[in-house]
């Protein structure tokens, strides 16, 4: 069992950056991938980033790439989304998941979900 924890979000003028963070409590949370995802009013929970075990290897999705880093500290079980140059359309609840799966990227891949943290990009 793991448990999930998000915290970070906020308002955030347009440019602008957040960082998330995902805490974990539980047995071996080094063994799981994790991944963040969002949710936009309206819409289905979308998937961004995935981080492996150990962090070597990393996948984003287009409308993130280059702009959100997915890192994690398997000492301090937590696992960050640094997310800069914000754009209004970022707007959603952003969720952390864990998986044990390698190249998780759909939300069925996943095991356990936190209860998300609001990130509201203004114009």
């Known amino acids: 069992q793991v448990q999930l924890v998000e915290s970070g979000g906020g308002l955030v003028q347009a440019g602008g950056s957040l960082r998330l963070s995902c805490a974990a409590s539980?047995?071996?949370?080094?063994?799981?991938?994790m991944g963040w995802f969002r949710q936009a009013p309206g819409k289905e929970r979308e998937f961004i980033a995935r981080i492996s075990w150990i962090g070597q290897s990393t996948y984003y999705e287009d409308s993130v790439k280059g702009r959100f880093t997915i890192s994690r500290d398997n000492a301090l079980k937590t696992v960050y989304l640094e997310m800069n140059s914000l754009k209004p359309e970022d707007t959603a609840v952003y969720y952390c998941a864990a998986s044990v799966g390698v190249d998780s990227r759909g939300t069925s891949d996943y095991d356990y979900w936190g209860q998300g943290t609001q990130v509201t990009v203004s114009s």
């Open positions: 539980g047995r071996a949370f080094s063994y799981y991938t």
